[in-house]
T-cell receptor, first 114, second 112 residues
């Protein structure tokens, strides 16, 4: 079975802290994505990566950075966490064969910034 | 930017009834997908329909796509309490990367 694993289910951090959210997939997928989900807004794309060491900005990249040093791992970094970054963060991956692929999601990390 | 917009925002029905959810979008697409999310967990892919298709079935699910109206509908027939979840449509662009844009979702409650 395909699997996307996010390192933490719940996370509580303080304003100004540097936060790392980790995501690992075991499917040898090329593409990986970070979304955040807020009530009434659906999922919004933060960053995505189509290859190791490659990254592209999504719709809301401000305040975030990403790292993809290995194919299976995609990290989301909040350089200096703020209260408006309190949200559910969802990682996803797709094979990378082209358009029209489905995404495989992790279970999500609910981040609270106090 | 939010591409897909689901309608209604919330739907409450009895077991055995059919549930219909609609999705509208704004720009040209390569495909449209529907996902399901149980109570704050990750999303699970349900069905994908390509821009040159008009209708697709998968078990109790039926999806239609009208590219002239830029809209899609998801029909769940003979609903069960276990279908209670949020349902999201996501549109795939007609060019560039496989970068899906999601709507805000429809919350479906199926009562026994």
């Amino acid at each position: 079975d395909v699997k996307v694993t996010q390192s933490s289910r719940y996370l509580v951090k303080r304003t100004g802290e540097k936060v790392f959210l980790e995501c690992v997939q075991d499917m040898d997928h090329e593409n990986m994505f970070w979304y955040r989900q807020d009530p009434g807004l659906g999922l919004r794309l933060i960053y995505f990566s189509y290859d190791v060491k490659m990254k592209e900005k999504g719709d809301i990249p401000e305040g975030y950075s990403v790292s993809r040093e290995k194919k299976e791992r995609f990290s989301l970094i909040l350089e200096s966490a703020s209260t408006n970054q309190t949200s559910m963060y969802l990682c996803a991956s797709s094979p990378g064969g082209g358009l029209g692929e489905k995404l495989f999601f992790g279970s999500g990390t609910q981040l609270s910034v106090l | 930017s939010q591409q897909g917009e689901e309608d209604p925002q919330a739907l409450s029905i009895q077991e055995g009834e059919n549930a219909t959810m609609n999705c509208s979008y704004k720009t040209s697409i390569n495909n449209l997908q529907w996902y399901r999310q149980n109570s704050g967990r990750g999303l699970v892919h349900l069905i994908l329909i390509r821009s040159n298709e008009r209708e697709k079935h998968s078990g109790r699910l039926r999806v239609t796509l009208d590219t002239s109206k830029k809209s899609s509908s998801l029909l769940i027939t003979a609903s069960r309490a276990a279908d209670t979840a949020s349902y999201f449509c996501a549109t795939g662009p007609s060019g560039g990367y496989n970068k899906l844009i999601f709507g805000a979702g429809t919350r479906l409650a199926v009562h026994p």
